[in-house]
């Protein structure tokens, strides 16, 4: 009788989320995926059925860990300007000072999206998902600093505000200096509300 492998679900997702951070997922193989798991092919097919089912849990931890914990200052803010501040600095931030060698630069998402989602309705679905979710709470943020403001005018501006962000996400991989100015001029936006 073969023995089971144990292992930390959650470390396994992570440290293959990061691979497919940094490769997308049509360039990652099980190969990488294995290296950076530290587990073999049979034991990844066994926990997550398939390399995509691997990639989707990996998908849901990059939403609950790193882009919901963003948004969350803008959910949280009693002052809409400041909660948008907040968030745009702190995006800016991390793409600023992410090392140059880094998996993390851009948005795992639209990293993978730009490949994948041509043809992938689910992922399709999870990206349109989040931009609604992003929007939403820019949103809601700008409601709350301006709320005399028509809700046309709130609903332009969120996303416009909403395209500088994932401009930039895009922007991060290739050009960060292009991805930081994209973001001061959502901060200029901001400041102008």
Known sequence: MGRTQEFDTVAVVQAARDVFWDRGYEATSLADLE???GLRRSSLYHAFDSKR???DAAVQDYLDTVIRPRLAVLALATDGRA??????SGVQTVIA????DSPRRGCLLLNSAAGLAAHDD?????????RAELTTAVSDALTLARPEV????LAAAARQLTSLSVSALLLAR???EEAVAILDVALAQVGSW
Do not use: C
């Open 35 to 37: 290296a950076a798991t």
């Open 122 to 130: 689910a992922l399709r679905e999870v990206v349109d998902g989040y």
């Open 83 to 88: 909660g948008l501040t907040t968030y745009f």
């Open 150 to 153: 028509d809700a046309s005018e």
């Open 97 to 100: 000072t992410l090392p140059d």
């Open 53 to 55: 089912g691997l990639f």
């Open 174 to 176: 290739v050009n960060r």
